[in-house]
């Protein structure tokens, strides 16, 4: 089953960022983008060269008005303690949600039950808390950030532009393409 539009329950994680500890809940990204990435367990192999490649461009993701979210099935206090002992890890600072309950993982339909880890997944998240991107990778498989930001421009270049869509490879400021009738005829 497509989760395309599908609405993020109501949830309520702690998380850790800025050298400490908040709740983070859906309150808190209605009204702007989110990027929830979804990655197995802390000291890990994969997963610090993903959130590093995040780190490396949050920046970006900032200026576009989207907050990364990072999350794994380990606490909080798990989340620290990699933070504290990584070199990698120790560079991130956007928040790292903890979700030992499994909530989330199981809303955006990542969990491994058998493992209690999520699967690698990310998911762009609107501002009305819908989400419009998605992508779930085998374990093994890192993902690119630089290829996370292009996608989340275009769905907001599409929410901006109803009437027009991106075609593979689009950039911003590149060529869109407005479908008409006469092309959904030849389809």
């Known amino acids: 089953m497509s989760m395309i539009n599908k609405e993020v ?3 309520s994680v702690q998380a850790y960022v800025d050298g400490g500890f908040r709740t983070v809940t859906k309150k808190d990204i209605l009204g702007s983008w989110s990027l929830f990435f979804f990655y197995p367990a802390d000291f890990t192999f ?7 490649d995040l780190q490396n461009r949050y920046e970006d993701f900032k200026k ?8 794994s099935c ?7 303690a990699w933070h504290d002992h ?8 956007y928040p790292m949600l903890a979700d030992p309950t499994h909530a989330l993982a199981k809303d955006f339909d990542v969990l491994i039950e058998a493992d ?6 990310s998911f762009l998240v609107n501002p009305e808390g819908k989400i419009v991107v998605y992508e ?11 290829e996370l930001l292009r996608r989340l421009q275009a769905a907001q270049f599409v929410a901006e532009h ?7 490879k689009w950039q911003p400021g590149a060529k869109t393409l407005k479908p008409t009738l006469d092309l959904v005829g030849a389809l």
């Open 9 to 11: 329950s109501d949830f």
């Open 46 to 52: 994969v997963c610090p060269t993903e959130l590093e």
């Open 64 to 71: 576009a008005g989207c907050e990364i979210y990072s999350v």
């Open 74 to 80: 380990d606490s909080h206090f798990v989340h620290k």
């Open 86 to 93: 990584s070199d990698r890890i120790g560079k991130v600072t």
């Open 116 to 121: 209690g880890m999520a699967e690698r997944g």
């Open 136 to 146: 779930v990778n085998a374990g093994g498989i890192g993902r690119n950030a630089d």
């Open 162 to 168: 109803g009437d027009q869509v991106c075609p593979a």
